[in-house]
């Protein structure tokens, strides 16, 4: 599953939740970018 977050700062963030066959859940950060800053 991906997890989206965007933050009141501008920040978005992506995150992957895998779960395995125990049970228990692993967040990882995909990528983090400042959304209100110009490329």
Do not use: P, V
């Amino acid at each position: 599953a991906s997890i989206f977050i965007l933050s009141y700062n501008g920040y978005f963030q992506e995150y992957s939740l895998t779960l395995n066959d125990s049970g228990i859940s692993t967040w990882k950060l995909e990528r983090e970018f400042n959304l209100l800053i110009r490329m």
